[in-house]
């Protein structure tokens, strides 16, 4: 994985997907499991551990913070509702790196105080993934984002599709997380490699 933060950063929902894309060439995915037993989270992080490992790429695992230490993982992602019900020293203690979600300014200053590796701002367009009680965040709030947080990374999210992420770069954020332009694809594996293009042909890493 490169020493900066990839530009093009997946989401998906299961151990299944990340089977399909990882080896595609993604270097960093998070896995964002809803919805399932214990003993079902456990299996679909212990197995996204071993096939990203196998495959270089750095895995997130969103809110399972206490399966992620259990099983070994070094990257979690917690919301704010997460973040406020997690165990901050366990989770350092544990040597994880941390991204944390921001919808709002409040959101940001909370998000900050925890000293994260990097922060997600969303939604930036609006997303038919989940319903929002937020209005889209639009490119100025992405701008305004990265200037409050650099030199950490901003992650922007929600409706971010190939053809908006230039914008997204060009406005500051360091990464697009990208879920429904991918599983909702006719090809996903195919998208994934133009998202993958893009991620190397159309934005500078050091702007």
């Known amino acids: 994985m ?11 929902p299961s151990l299944a ?5 990882v080896p595609l060439g993604v270097e960093i995915i998070q896995l964002r499991i809803k919805n399932q037993p214990p003993e079902i989270i456990r299996a679909e992080i212990a197995g996204a551990l071993e096939l990203c490992a196998a495959q270089n790429c750095q895995l997130i695992v969103n809110d399972y913070w206490r399966e992620a ?13 997460d973040l ?19 919808h709002d300014h409040a959101e ?19 997303t038919t993934l989940k319903k929002m009680k937020w209005a889209p965040q639009g490119l100025a709030r992405v701008r305004e984002w990265s200037e409050r947080i650099a030199p950490l990374p901003l992650v922007a999210i929600g409706g971010i599709t190939l053809e908006r992420a230039p914008s997204v770069w060009a ?18 594996e195919a998208r994934v490699a133009a998202w993958l293009a893009a991620d190397h042909n159309s934005y500078d890493h050091s702007s």
């Open 2 to 12: 490169s020493s900066s933060f990839p530009a093009f950063y997946p989401i998906v």
């Open 17 to 21: 997907w990340l089977a399909r894309l």
């Open 69 to 81: 230490i259990e099983l070994g993982a070094d990257y979690i992602h917690l919301g704010q509702e």
């Open 84 to 102: 406020a019900a997690a165990d901050l020293a366990a989770i350092k203690r544990a040597g994880l790196r941390l991204g944390v979600s921001s």
């Open 108 to 126: 940001l200053a909370t998000a900050l105080a925890v000293a994260p590796d990097y922060i997600a701002l969303g939604p930036v367009y609006e």
């Open 171 to 188: 406005a500051g954020a360091a990464s697009v997380a990208v879920v429904t332009d991918i599983i909702t694809h006719d090809d996903p």
